[in-house]
C-alpha cells in the first residue's frame, strides 16, 4: 500500500510482512536492534528494511542466511530496490 507524506510516496507495510519479520526482531533484539526502542514495530518498507541490514550487519550467519532469503522474498514482491 503506498501513501503520501508531504508530497512524498512511502510504502506502508501490510500485515503479512509485520508477522513474518516479528518473530526476526525478537530473536535478534539483544544483538542486532537493542537500539530499537522496546514496542518497535516496522510501519514502512524503508523500517523493514533498516531492521533487516542491522540483522544482517551484526547477526551471526544464521541471521545473515535468513535476512538474505527475505529480501529476496520482499524485493521479488515489490518495486523496490536495496
Given at each position: 500500500m503506498m501513501d503520501t507524506f508531504n508530497g512524498?510516496?512511502?510504502m506502508i507495510v501490510?500485515?503479512?510482512i509485520s508477522e513474518m519479520l516479528m518473530p526476526h526482531i525478537i530473536?535478534?533484539?539483544?544483538?542486532?536492534?537493542?537500539?530499537?526502542?522496546e514496542n518497535f514495530n516496522p510501519v514502512?518498507?524503508?523500517?523493514?528494511?533498516?531492521?533487516?541490514?542491522s540483522?544482517?550487519?551484526?547477526?551471526?550467519?544464521?541471521?545473515f542466511i535468513e535476512v538474505r532469503r527475505i529480501k529476496k522474498w520482499l524485493l521479488q514482491n515489490s518495486s523496490v530496490t536495496y
Amino acid at each position: 500500500m503506498m501513501d503520501t507524506f508531504n508530497g512524498i510516496s512511502i510504502m506502508i507495510v501490510n500485515d503479512e510482512i509485520s508477522e513474518m519479520l516479528m518473530p526476526h526482531i525478537i530473536k535478534y533484539k539483544d544483538n542486532c536492534l537493542w537500539f530499537l526502542r522496546e514496542n518497535f514495530n516496522p510501519v514502512t518498507i524503508d523500517e523493514v528494511f533498516t531492521v533487516l541490514d542491522s540483522i544482517e550487519r551484526y547477526g551471526d550467519r544464521e541471521a545473515f542466511i535468513e535476512v538474505r532469503r527475505i529480501k529476496k522474498w520482499l524485493l521479488q514482491n515489490s518495486s523496490v530496490t536495496y
